[in-house]
């Protein structure tokens, strides 16, 4: 799978919308732009993925350049439980996971 | 909750001990994944079953096995233990549809420490 980079951490003021950013040079036209996230004590959590278009759900947004070259993870109003580590993925036709470093979050009250 | 049950949630043994952990998938779900999480490796992915059999590997190690059962639980052996597989493991099922836009529900994880 293509890697990806992403910032060690990030911090955020609570109630403010949070950027995540993630680069991802050598994606191939073929590859899926996946977002999981990891709560303290908890199993992954999948967040949300793209291919070309940006995306929407309730959880988060999904901006993608149009080069496909990088991607941007917006949570509209960071909360204290959206602390977490996110973890950018791209898939291909396997289905497993390639977890990177991922990017730590800490969210202030 | 995913809906992915794992067992036992903590498991305490000694080196060269042979350890078996379990999964059970989301109703439906045909496939099953085990992840390793330890400090220094951070989350990697072992091995995948579908429906049965096995359908890919990642960094698994000869000691370490595993198996889909007809009713699709999973189970996941770990043989001549060591320091170094102190680690979390965790399960993940997904349904049996969509390729890569398959979304991975996590059990909870298995704390496996090894004294």
């Known amino acids: 799978d293509a890697k990806t980079t992403q910032p060690n951490s990030m911090e955020s003021n609570e109630e403010e919308p949070v950027h995540l950013p993630c680069n991802h040079s050598?994606?191939?036209?073929?590859?899926?732009i996946h977002w999981y996230r990891q709560l303290p004590s908890q199993g992954p959590e999948y967040v949300i993925h793209?291919?070309?278009s940006n995306v929407n759900n309730r959880m988060a947004s999904l901006a993608i350049a149009e080069d496909r070259k990088s991607s941007t993870l917006i949570l509209h109003r960071a909360t204290l439980r959206d602390a977490a580590v996110y973890y950018c993925?791209?898939?291909?036709?396997?289905?497993?996971?390639?977890f990177g470093g991922g990017t730590r979050l800490m969210v202030k009250p | 909750d995913s809906g992915v049950t794992q067992t036992p949630k903590h498991l305490i043994t000694a080196t060269g001990q042979r350890v078996t952990l379990r999964c059970s998938p989301r109703?439906?779900?045909?496939?099953v994944y085990w992840y390793q999480q330890s400090l220094d490796q951070g989350l990697q992915f072992l091995i995948q079953?579908?429906?049965?059999?096995?359908?890919a590997k990642g960094n698994i190690l000869e000691r370490f096995s595993a198996q889909q059962f007809p009713d699709l639980h999973s189970e996941l052996n770990l043989s001549s233990l060591e320091l170094g597989d102190s680690a979390l493991y965790f399960c993940?099922?997904?349904?049996?549809?969509?390729?890569?836009?398959?979304?991975?529900?996590f059990g909870p994880g298995t704390r496996l420490t090894v004294l």
């Open positions: 993940a099922s997904s349904p049996p549809f969509g390729g890569s836009y398959n979304e991975q529900f």
């Open positions: 050598t994606i191939s036209g073929t590859d899926y």
């Open positions: 793209g291919l070309t």
């Open positions: 993925i791209l898939r291909n036709a396997g289905n497993m996971l390639t």
């Open positions: 109703s439906g779900d045909l496939s």
């Open positions: 079953y579908y429906n049965g059999e096995e359908r």
